[in-house]
């Protein structure tokens, strides 16, 4: 039967991750959020003035990955690089007042935190300005790194990799935890560069620009059934899962292809929402969701996180009421094709 979870028993599943421990690695990110008020254009060029009266931070890249898992209630371990400069000392103070587990996370003189600074006026972002030296991390980084995900004192139930191309993933780091990912459900959100390096992991997650991009020609024009038929057919992921903004995700195992609906929901800021899909993805396997409902769970709590401003997290007290209003309709929705003898439904 292909929907044999009903509301409650999602539910019920759900309330076992405080149970699970977690680990994440990529690229750490500090957003930065500066709020004000336009007066007056400059007298020195045709642009505004904003007057900033606020400011806030948050943890962002695959730091927000782990502070969605957190939300659960999961164990959750971090690995990655900061600089040794004032971003990084407020990037790890969020994340310690989270209780995320950061033995793994490392400082590099050399380079500096990641920072994504968006200036904001009436609700609208108005620009936003980067600093970040995006390229591949020092071989010693990289080897401190690996030992750290390869001798931590615990015992993880999974392991994200997020990829946003600001060099944490080398390919040398890449190439030793796929050889050991027998130790962990391995999922992977990722980018062009490293698109063809994640051979054979459980769950991959490209959204449909990347996937095109990294096919390059071929992908250029090319519908999401044949990309993940030439992404299936060279990396050969346990489960391929490839979003499509506001049409929801589509999701490939060998035998069946499956369309998940997204929430018809008013989209407020997208920023961040492939950062709770994967956590949610995630989180659906390992409670033992069979694969359109752990895509249904990754759909709706998506759904919610874009009704927020920024990266944003999905706590299980918010999940709650969705699932329960809305998990039976968006079921009924999926569409499945099995590959072998099956048929449209």
Known sequence: MLYRTDADWVIDRLRQVPRLTLGVVGDLIL????????????????????????????????????????????????????????????????????????????????????????????????????????????????????????HAEVDLDALIIQDYNKGTLTPPLIEGILRQKGRWFLAVDPKKENFFRYQGVHLLKPNFREAREALGAVGETASVTKLADVIMEQLAPEVLVITL???????????????????????????????????FLVLGFLIGL????????????????IQKFGAAQVSLEELIPVIQEEWQDLAQKIRIHHKQGGRNR
């Open 31 to 150: 957003d930065e959020y500066l709020f004000g008020d336009v007066r007056r254009i400059s007298p020195e060029a045709p642009v505004p003035i904003v007057e900033i009266r606020d400011r806030t931070i948050r943890p962002g890249g695959a730091a927000n990955v782990a502070l969605n898992l957190k939300a659960l209630g999961a164990e959750v371990y971090l690995f990655g690089v900061i600089g040794d400069d004032p971003a990084g000392y407020e990037l790890k103070a969020a994340l310690r007042e989270e209780n995320i587990h950061l033995e793994g996370l490392l400082t590099d003189p050399s380079r500096p935190t990641t920072v994504k600074t968006r200036v904001v006026s009436q609700n609208q972002q108005m620009i936003r300005l980067d600093k970040e030296d995006p390229s591949p991390l020092s071989s010693p980084i990289t080897h401190q790194l690996l030992e750290a995900l390869t």
């Open 290 to 305: 069979p694969p359109e409902s752990a895509g249904l769970l990754a759909s709706l709590a998506a759904g919610i996180e």
């Open 245 to 279: 903004g506001k049409e929801g995700m589509a999701l490939y195992t060998p035998e069946d292809a499956y369309h998940i609906p997204a929430r018809s929901v008013e989209v407020y800021d997208v920023t961040g929402a492939g950062d709770t899909a994967i956590a």
